[in-house]
């Protein structure tokens, strides 16, 4: 295994070659995560017992110290895993049911920016914030032009009914995403890599043959399949164009690179349901961890939304 103080000296090409680089030859890997997403906005089809479903896949070095979900005890209207590599513990995604609020980051491929500032606290100053997406992108623009580029992806579900936006610092665009399947990745949006188009494609497929409430089971046991497929979608000429020593493995929703210690780790599926009834699912690798066994663990956090309140409980 790979000390947990070196893992953040890996060189991006030492994830393919399997060798561990010099120190000085040391890379910021903060660039180099892979994640992706999934949206699915049933609002408008009478036919779904769903308002919304979200999927996600984190994808990180496998030392890296995280906390699993949980409600944080410091701002109990959050919901999240916590990234412990990042000072008071940024993360990638979140919810607060209470804000009605989800927010995920996804960053983008470049050179870092010199003193840049932590892009974890961007999704929890979001969902812990009353403000809405665009009045928080307002709030914050000296504080996000100075982090290294980055997709944030907010919905808003007020009344149950979901409103789905992504900002990007990369161009400074915040577009609103109307569609009711949606796919994000590690690119703009208006120009999503090959993996994200299949896999958005099939979430279409899965969420309109398992549309009701009877059939729970066998929509989260097909949304697992979807996050766990380690099918190759080639070729992807942004890709290779940006990660030309590895594009084949990172072509794939499900990645897992053991040479490199890193791949997927962690699975969150984020169901709510058109009753108010929000069920929030982490399945993420037990650390430390062995990719050729791993060991999975599942949190499960209910919610009933209304106007006015909202009440949780864990599984």
Known sequence: MVNAAVYKSFKWSSIYTG????P?????????KMCILFIYNG????????????????DEYY????????????????????????????????ASPTYKKIGVLLNLPGASKENAKTRGKIVVDYVKSKD?????????????????EFVLVAIEFNNVTPSIFSYSNAND?????????????????????????????????????????????????????LLKSD??????????????????????????????????????????KKTGHLSITEITQRMPIDPASPTWDRSEFNFEINVNSCKCTKK
């Open 173 to 225: 665009q915040l577009l609103t995403h109307k569609t009711a399947y949606n796919g994000f990745g590690n690119n703009l949006p208006e120009t999503p890599l090959k993996k994200v188009e299949v896999g958005r494609s099939q979430l279409e497929h899965i969420c309109s043959k398992f549309n009701k409430e009877s059939m729970e089971k066998e929509l989260i046991e097909n949304l697992l399949q």
């Open 43 to 58: 609002s408008g089809d009478p036919q779904s017992d769903y308002s919304l479903i979200l999927i996600s896949n984190r």
């Open 231 to 272: 099918q190759r979608h080639l070729p992807d000429q942004q890709l290779e164009a940006k990660r030309p020593n590895i594009y084949e493995e990172l072509s794939s929703i499900y990645v897992c690179i053991p040479k490199g210690r890193y791949g997927t780790r962690t699975h969150t599926i984020v169901l709510l």
């Open 132 to 148: 809405s997406v665009q009045e928080y992108i307002e709030n914050t623009k000296n504080y996000i032009k100075n982090c290294n």
């Open 24 to 32: 000085a030859h040391t890379y910021r890997y903060s660039n180099k």
């Open 63 to 94: 030392d890296r110290p995280t906390q699993n979900m949980t409600i944080w005890s410091e701002d109990p209207v959050i919901v999240g895993g916590r990234d412990l590599e990042i000072h008071d513990g940024g993360t990638w995604l979140a």
């Open 19 to 22: 060798t561990t680089p010099h």
